[in-house]
């Protein structure tokens, strides 16, 4: 199984990115998928997730009515779209994929660097 994350980069406070999470190896209907992201000293803190199978949808409060999660599963991909991006929100982040019901995440992505200047 691999996650391939993409689409980070820099952007001024304000602004928007779309991040792309590329699955493959297997199906993830019964899967729950989800961005998670670490700034720099910090402990890695969850994003946004989504039931693959249903599209039911959970957010951090820090990125309510900023973020969006979606998925598309013609291309087996997961976007994290981002908007009205603010200084806090720089971090690297991963997406990562967990079997509904287990409570850890048992497949992540590399990462991709989101640096927002203010």
């Known amino acids: 199984v691999q996650l391939q994350a993409s689409g980070g980069g820099l952007v001024q406070a304000g602004g928007s990115l779309r991040l792309s999470c590329a699955m493959s190896?297997?199906?993830?209907?019964?899967?729950?998928m989800a961005w998670f992201r670490q700034a720099p000293g910090k402990e890695r803190d969850f994003v946004a997730s989504i039931r693959w199978s249903g599209g039911n949808t959970d957010y951090a409060d820090s990125v309510k009515g900023r973020f969006t999660i979606s998925r598309d599963s013609a291309k087996n991909t997961v976007y994290l779209q981002m908007n009205n991006l603010k200084p806090e929100d720089t971090a690297v982040y991963y997406c990562a994929g967990r079997r509904i019901g287990h409570s850890g995440y048992d497949y992540w992505g590399q990462g991709t660097l989101v640096t927002v200047s203010s």
């Open positions: 190896g297997r199906t993830f209907s019964g899967y729950v």
